[in-house]
């Protein structure tokens, strides 16, 4: 299972859902090595070895055969997919973002990505229920598929425990300056590396900083630090560093465990993360859980997430991204606020508050929850506990409720 995007969405979810619910049965459809990534689990929770994944005929019938045979209430499929399948239970989906759909919300065309869109919609229009991770990625769903408001519930995501283990030690900045030679101040960012992630901005940025503050003789060895894909993948944004004229202050790590990311996050000066398009947006809530400040993007779900915790720039306006970082890098009294303000907007996602909606959703599914007028039904007597299972579609292991939930989602992306 990655550690990031929707690996760490299922991993959570799961562990979360173990922690509250002790009633219903959960299966998890996958490979038995991923599952035991999140063990240890309670009684009720159960692996059902599934290696071949739902993107081929053999995968798709294997997996409809466990849903049937487990007679599972609801299944729970942790990201969109497009194929849509027919399967015997419900189906409830978690979308993070419509993002590569946009091209048709904006006048795009061509017929490959017209059926994708369809059939999309297909699936969407399919589900028993519909999870967004934020009012913005609800929003696109109603205005891109035309789905009612009243089929989405917006469930927000969290971050995951490990980012909760406290500040920074000096045995943890001793070793960044012996694995990475840090001894300096730098900037940080931190995920995916792709166009609507804007870091040809943040590097144009990052250079107009360093020559307003040789100006001001302040902060003349400041880094900034790019955690992510290898940059061997991306030979445009190397080009974008030379053009800047900042290939000594620029350096590219890669990819890196969360044990590692977060003695970064802490250590950073500002984490940057001023992204073009976010579904929900975490590594901004990653870096206020350790104090640091942040500046992002006032586009997207960003300003949903953030609140009053971060600065918030145009993500298109190269100069307002560096007087943003200039100002939350000078001004102490600013500093510190983000810092309070950033320890309290992260405590505000809860894993746990997350798996009740999706339970309550799950429940209501299966015909054991909320009728109507709202009001909560009985619990179920144990003959009649619902069932909840993970399955693997378009090229991702997901969870399935009502009696089978499936943990081989880990799917190989990237923190979004």
């Given at each position: 299972?990655t550690?990031?995007?929707?690996g ?12 509250i ?22 009684s ?14 053999k ?30 239970c ?51 769903i ?7 408001s ?10 995951d ?22 001894t ?9 590396i ?10 144009e ?5 360093k ?36 290939q ?14 977060r ?5 950073a ?28 993007s006032?586009?997207?779900a960003?300003?949903e ?5 971060a ?35 992260a ?7 997350s798996a ?48 089978v ?12």
């Amino acid at each position: 299972m990655t550690e990031f995007g929707i690996g760490t969405y299922t991993r959570n979810v799961v562990r979360a859902l173990a922690r509250i619910d002790g009633k219903n049965e959960y299966f998890l459809i996958g490979s038995p090595q991923k599952v035991a990534e999140i063990n240890p689990l309670p009684s009720n929770f159960a692996t059902v070895p599934l290696y071949d994944d739902g993107t081929t005929a053999k995968g798709y019938l294997e997996c409809r055969a466990i849903l049937k045979r487990l007679s599972c209430d609801v299944v729970h499929i942790p990201h969109l997919f497009w194929m849509p399948r027919t399967l015997p239970c419900p189906y409830v989906v978690t979308v993070h973002d419509v993002l590569e759909h946009l091209y048709r919300a904006h006048g795009g065309s061509g017929l490959r990505r017209a059926l994708h869109f369809q059939l999309t919609r297909r699936v969407l229009k399919g589900a028993a229920r519909i999870f967004a991770v934020s009012r913005f990625t609800k929003g696109e769903i109603e205005r891109a598929f035309r789905i009612s408001s009243a089929r989405i519930d917006v469930i927000y995501n969290a971050i995951d425990s490990r980012f909760l283990h406290g500040h920074a030690s000096d045995a943890d900045r001793q070793f960044l300056a012996d694995r990475f030679q840090i001894t300096y101040p730098f900037l940080l960012y931190a995920g995916r590396i792709s166009p609507h992630k804007n870091l040809v901005r943040i590097i144009e940025a990052f250079s107009a900083l360093k020559a307003e503050l040789e100006k001001q003789q302040q902060y003349t060895d400041l880094k900034l630090i790019i955690i992510g894909d290898e940059l061997s993948k991306h030979p445009g944004l190397r080009r974008t560093v030379v053009r800047s004229g900042v290939q000594h202050d620029v350096r590219f790590l890669g990819f890196l465990s969360i044990d590692v990311l977060r003695i970064f996050y802490d250590v950073a000066k500002i984490f940057v993360f001023p992204s073009l398009y976010e579904g929900f947006g975490l590594p901004p809530l990653e870096a206020m859980a350790h104090g640091t400040p942040v500046l992002t993007s006032n586009a997207s779900a960003m300003p949903e997430v953030v609140g009053n915790a971060a600065v918030l720039v145009n993500p298109e306006n190269v100069f307002e991204i560096m007087r943003g970082l200039l100002r939350v890098l000078l001004d102490q009294k600013l500093r510190e606020r983000l810092k309070s303000s950033g320890y309290q907007q992260a405590k505000r996602f809860s894993w746990d508050i997350s798996a009740r909606q999706i339970l309550d959703g799950y429940e209501e599914v299966a015909g054991h929850g909320r009728g109507k007028s709202g009001a909560r039904e009985p619990v179920p007597s144990v003959k009649q506990r619902g069932q909840i299972a993970e399955a693997d579609f378009g090229g991702s292991k997901t969870p399935v409720t009502g009696n089978v939930f499936d943990e081989g989602i880990a799917n190989k992306s990237q923190r979004q």
